[in-house]
């Protein structure tokens, strides 16, 4: 199942535990045994944005009930007219505040930064059992094999019955060596909570002198 990534108060509340509705996030988010953020530039990424984009209901399809992936583009009219039935999407898309369009690029080198990725790795599937964790999972996508990746994903978890370590487990690990089709995969492991990084890293981004050097950074 998919979502589109503007969802900043989220990752504060997942992140810090403060917020007032934090428990009932975490009993809609309770279903899913893995999340999946697909980070990507928009601009500099075109041609995966157009597949991505074109492709997003048909990915929702496939991956199935088990999986929550997060993307940085906007679903189609007629996907969002069918999942206002579904929790998950109720809760977050009126709950949480969303980005400018133009802040897209920034946001996925901005969250690059933050978890620790290589802009230059971009686009990429990150895999965790949960915003809190300190470990996930990286592997490289591109417009060829995106489907292909998610699907398998969607389809290793319907067929598991019990949780899984994401780092030791050999079928966890079997299936990220055979997503891993666009040259890399890899483990980070963070001192501080995902979703505490990535939403310290927006704030800094989009305050201040913070988004001027990002937009530096990011074109020079």
């Not at 810090?16 to 980070?39: M, P, V």
């Amino acid at each position: 199942m998919g979502m589109s990534l503007s969802t900043y108060d989220m990752l504060k509340a997942l992140g810090y535990g403060a917020d007032t509705d934090i428990l009932e996030t975490k009993r809609i988010l309770s279903r899913f045994k893995l999340f999946g953020l697909i980070l990507h530039d928009p601009k500099l990424h075109s041609d995966f944005h157009d597949t991505l984009s074109k492709s997003f209901e048909r990915l929702d399809y496939l991956t199935g009930e088990y999986f929550l992936f997060f993307a940085i583009t906007d679903p189609p009219i007629d996907w969002i007219e069918i999942s206002v039935k579904r929790e998950y999407f109720r809760f977050l898309s009126s709950r949480f505040d969303s980005y400018s369009v133009e802040d897209r690029s920034i946001t996925a080198y901005t969250m690059a930064q933050g978890l620790g990725i290589d802009f230059d790795d971009l686009p990429v599937i990150i895999l965790s059992h949960d915003f809190k964790f300190k470990e996930f999972r990286v592997v490289r996508t591109c417009p060829k094999y995106l489907e292909k990746q998610m699907a398998e994903i969607g389809y290793f978890l319907s067929r598991r019955h019990k949780g899984f370590n994401l780092m030791s487990d050999s079928g966890f690990n079997m299936l990220i060596k055979s997503i891993d089709l666009c040259g890399g995969s890899y483990h980070i492991t963070h001192e501080e909570f995902l979703a505490k990084t990535v939403y310290e890293f927006l704030v800094a981004t989009f305050t201040g002198r913070g988004r001027r050097f990002a937009i530096n950074d990011l074109y020079s």
